[in-house]
């Protein structure tokens, strides 16, 4: 089974905190996502990665930096944390090659900025 | 207009009964389609995926494509209370670097 992981279910941090949310996946799948998810709003990406060290931004990237340092693992860096900045945060993986392959999620991370 | 649209429901069903889930998208270039499941507090699983035009089955689940009309929907036959969730439908596009774009989800209610 394809795992993909995060590191935390549930965070709780304060305005203008540094917050990291790390995903790792077990697949060897080259192109790893960040979303978040919003009642109303639906899932929108933040960035993602195609490769290792190489970064794309997604539909909503302000606030928001990433770090591919390794295949399996990306990160998703809150420079300073803002109350907008409250939701749930999804990672996904996906191998390459075929269209139709399966993006696989991780559990979230539920994020709350006070 | 949204790239992928699809009604949010609440879409409500007997127990057995055919639901019906719709999704247009605007993008004519798009060349793959998913439809994802989440429950409440979980992430979102695929259940279907579909890229030629007509209908594919996999168990209680058809996936119909339509891409002249734009439009992608997911039937799911004989519907269980198991089956309420939201349910989401996604996009790919040709050229658009792997990347999927989600529709806003329909929440499925099974009523028994």
């Known amino acids: 089974d394809v795992k993909v992981t995060q590191s935390s279910r549930y965070l709780v941090k304060r305005t203008g905190e540094k917050v990291f949310l790390e995903c790792v996946q077990d697949?060897?799948?080259?192109?790893m996502f960040w979303y978040r998810q919003d009642p109303g709003l639906g899932l929108r990406l933040i960035y993602f990665?195609?490769?290792?060290?190489?970064?794309e931004k997604g539909d909503i990237p302000e606030g928001y930096s990433v770090s591919r340092e390794k295949k399996e693992r990306f990160s998703l860096i809150l420079e300073s944390a803002s109350t907008n900045q409250t939701s749930m945060y999804l990672c996904a993986s996906r191998s390459v090659g075929e269209a139709y392959n399966e993006q696989f999620f991780g559990p979230g991370t539920r994020l709350t900025v006070l | 207009q949204k790239e992928v649209e699809q009604n949010s429901g609440p879409l409500s069903v007997p127990e057995g009964a055919i639901a019906s889930l719709n999704c247009t998208y605007s993008d004519r270039v798009s060349q793959s389609f998913f439809w994802y499941r989440q429950y409440s507090g979980k992430s979102p699983e695929l259940i279907m995926s579909i890229y030629s035009n007509g209908d594919k089955e996999d168990g209680r689940f058809t996936a119909q494509l339509n891409k002249a009309s734009q439009y992608v929907s997911l039937l799911i036959r004989d519907s269980q209370p198991s089956d309420s969730a939201t349910y989401l439908c996604?996009?790919?596009?040709?050229?658009?670097?792997?990347?999927?774009?989600f529709g806003t989800g329909t929440q499925l209610k099974v009523e028994l």
């Open positions: 990665s195609y490769d290792v060290k190489m970064k």
């Open positions: 996604a996009v790919m596009r040709t050229g658009g670097g792997n990347k999927l774009t």
């Open positions: 697949m060897d799948h080259e192109n």
